[in-house]
Nanobody, 120 residues
Framework: QVQLVESGGGLVQAGGSLRLSCRAS????????MGWYRQAPGNQRELVAT??????????DSVKDRFTISRDNTKNTENTVYLQMNSLKPEDTAVYYC???????????WGQGTQVTVSS
């Protein structure tokens, strides 16, 4: 089992910044992918950004050049992923979920979600 604990959500004005953190602990494979997804009311959950244990990143077009994903693998039993969100827009408002996918054929685990609200 893997436990994911998210933090850093909140209310911010348009143009502002927030930093999300997600700490993963438990049965984490050395090869894995961690990522952030978001779900706004009435919408499906969508990918925001992912980062593999080797450091390769991937972003949704809507957040490129505004959001940066990074991770800290220095602790053997924990992996932490961050999402630095700059130039926030009202359309970024959503519940943001952290995900860890053990690779190549392990299970996927989700965090409980953290609310991000951007006011205009």
């Amino acid at each position: 089992q893997v436990q994911l604990v998210e933090s850093g959500g909140g209310l911010v004005q348009a143009g502002g910044s927030l930093r999300l953190s997600c700490r993963a602990s438990g049965s984490i494979f050395s090869s894995n992918a961690m990522g952030w997804y978001r779900q706004a009311p009435g919408n499906q959950r969508e990918l925001v950004a992912t980062i593999f244990s080797a450091g390769i990143t991937n972003y949704a077009d809507s957040v490129k050049d505004r959001f940066t994903i990074s991770r800290d693998n220095t602790k053997n039993t924990e992996n932490t992923v961050y999402l630095q969100m700059n130039s926030l827009k009202p359309e970024d408002t959503a519940v943001y979920y952290c995900k860890l996918q053990n690779l190549p054929r392990g299970n996927a685990y989700w965090g409980q979600g953290t609310q991000v609200t951007v006011s205009s």
